[in-house]
């Protein structure tokens, strides 16, 4: 940080944190100071001035219309001030100075010298395969370049160069971070562009009207003249302004003659409501921008501030940008600021003296519709436009149907969910652990599901941005016998004779028969005993089912070989049969 100190006698000193300051066109700048003075003195008046005639006290820049609407003061009448300059222009270029009077005899005081404002516009300069990223003074605060190739960010840096192999139709321009709303002009090899600042302005009866464009050209070629004109056929050349009677005196050609061109109309008639266009002659070639639209007219009309917004591009991919332009049907007053909406909210610190709004970089949560509107004019916001960003899949999930116990041989069916634009296009469905896809489509449906389709089930969502895996779900099946997993097959066919068993020995006594062997214990059952309760339990098994729906005769074949060699185990209860 530089301080530049203006000493003075008796106390007197004013100090200015820096004294040479070089900004961008179109930003804001401000200049600070901190000022002493001997005590017993009051600060009356305190002011900034850039122009100091012999003999004469300065005039505040307060009372300069040129800066009317751009100043701001901030501080106190004691012992500092700064103030801020909106919306610079080239001709802001100036020293400025601080200067403050007290209530006594003789004081005043003025700092100087003062602080030395550059401002500079953004240029493009080719050489060979390099672009530099020019001014015309070095800027303040060591700044971060940034790099468009056709309207995309290509590079950030610190350093303003930057190198590639471009075609006859790649347009490069160059931003400083910070201040991305500032472009300079686009170059290319082989192109023409003219841009005007409005395209269509209405101005008052009597009044004076600047129609400004910037312009590029291809980079070999030489500007040798440059005009505007009203009047156009398609088999004649157009006529310079300048030579057209009627306008001698009442138009005045200001710009660079490389880059900008301002037509500025004094007086105004009705009768200059025209569309007027401007024509650039180089060493090659000729070249004219499409007309802009002035209307002279003797009332003010709220019309004029209808916003109209441009979007470019309208569907974008992650990380791309966006740039907002907000125009208005006509340009009568200076326009203080522009208001930017999303979704009819307006965009929390978005405001602007800029009709551009880039979005950088953007996300999903760009997406949505944008509008604008000129401050203090809300009342007229633009028609929005809709911005869609394009994404690979995220979010991707799997849910399982149906959601309770799952039980062998019934239908489930897993449904792959996941966000995408566009919309996923493409499900894949897998078994953990195993390679090859069990199938495709958003779902998966699997008939008489067995144990066998136990495991771990996930998906995979594709779209041309991407793809995306599924976090795995596992899917248990539950056998039909509750008891099967527990006591194995063998126990269950060895629990299936006993109850044959048992049915055939509670036959006998009931139609008073006698057991055929001796030897074999009794059963006596208990119809209060938790076996014989456990007994008598329907289950859902089919087979069981079956089996309870059998009535052999206890004298038969089967209970006879049953008794003969089986021994029915002691039954107790609580046993695990």
């Not at 009866?205 to 980079?219: A, F, H, L, Q, R």
């Not at 009342?379 to 799952?406: F, K, M």
């Not at 493409?426 to 008489?448: E, F, H």
Request: aromatic share 10%; hydrophobic share 30%.
């Amino acid at each position: 940080m530089t301080f530049s100190v203006v000493l003075g006698q008796d106390g007197w000193s004013v100090t200015y944190t820096k004294n040479r300051i070089c900004v961008l066109k179109g930003s804001s700048v401000e200049l600070s100071c901190s000022y002493t003075y001997p005590s017993g003195h009051k600060v009356t008046t305190a002011f900034w001035f850039t122009e100091l005639g012999t003999g004469v006290e300065p005039d505040s820049l307060g009372q300069d219309p040129e800066y009317s609407g751009r100043l701001e003061y901030h501080g106190d009448k004691k012992n500092g001030q700064s103030l801020k300059i909106t919306d610079l222009g080239e001709s802001d270029s100036a020293e400025y100075k601080f200067r403050f009077m007290t209530n006594q005899e003789k004081g005043k005081y003025m700092g100087s010298p003062g602080v030395t404002l550059s401002v500079t516009g953004l240029q493009v300069k080719v050489t060979g395969k390099t672009l530099t990223c020019s001014t015309t003074c070095t800027l303040t605060d060591n700044p971060t370049y940034i790099w468009y190739k056709n309207g995309h960010k290509v590079k950030e840096d610190t350093s303003s160069l930057y190198s590639d192999s471009f075609s006859d139709t790649d347009r490069y321009s160059c931003a400083v971070k910070g201040h991305e709303d500032l472009h300079s002009l686009a170059v290319c090899k082989n192109c023409w562009i003219v841009t005007y600042t409005h395209q269509s302005i209405c101005a008052l009866k009597g009044s004076t009207v600047d129609i400004s464009c910037s312009y590029t050209y291809p980079i070999d070629h030489e500007i040798k003249t440059t005009f505007w004109f009203t009047k156009w056929e398609s088999d004649m050349d157009p006529e310079d302004l300048s030579s057209v009677p009627g306008y001698e005196g009442h138009i005045e050609y200001l710009g660079d003659k490389k880059s900008e061109g301002t037509l500025r109309i004094t007086d105004l008639r009705l009768s200059d409501s025209a569309e007027y266009r401007f024509r650039l002659i180089t060493s090659g070639e000729k070249f004219a921008g499409s007309p802009v639209s002035l209307t002279v007219t003797g009332n003010l009309s709220h019309i004029c501030y209808d916003a109209v917004l441009e979007m470019v591009p309208t569907s974008v991919s992650e990380s791309e940008s966006v740039t907002l332009i907000c125009r208005t049907k006509c340009t009568l007053d200076p326009i203080a600021a522009f208001i930017w909406y999303k979704n009819g909210q307006p965009i929390p610190n978005s405001n602007t003296s800029s009709p551009v709004y880039i979005l950088f970089s953007v996300s999903n949560e760009d997406t949505g519709r944008y509008s604008c509107a000129v401050e203090g004019h809300e009342d007229l916001p633009s028609a929005e436009e809709t911005l869609t960003v394009r994404y690979g899949p995220r979010n991707t999930s799997v849910s399982v149907s149906p959601s309770g116990e799952i039980v062998e041989g019934s239908l489930v069916t897993l449904t792959c969910s996941s966000d995408a634009n566009p919309p996923v296009d493409k499900y894949t469905w897998y078994k953990k652990n195993i390679a090859s896809p069990k199938a495709s489509g958003q779902s998966y449906s699997i008939t008489s599901i067995s144990s066998e389709d136990r495991g771990d089930y996930y998906c995979e969502a594709m779209n041309i941005r991407g793809t995306e895996t599924s976090i795995p779900v596992h899917i248990n099946v539950m056998s039909v016998f509750p008891w099967v997993p527990v006591m194995g097959v063998g126990a269950v066919l060895t629990a299936g004779v006993l109850l044959v068993t048992i049915y055939c020995t509670l036959k006998r006594r009931s139609t008073g028969g006698s057991d055929a062997t001796t030897d074999t214990q009794s059963v006596h059952h208990d119809p209060n005993s938790d076996t014989y309760t456990g007994l008598n339990v329907k289950t859902s098994s089919t087979d069981y089912d079956t089996l309870a729906s059998v009535h052999p005769d206890p004298n038969s074949d089967m209970c006879t070989s049953l008794k003969k060699n089986i021994r029915s185990p002691e039954l107790h209860p609580g046993s695990r049969y």
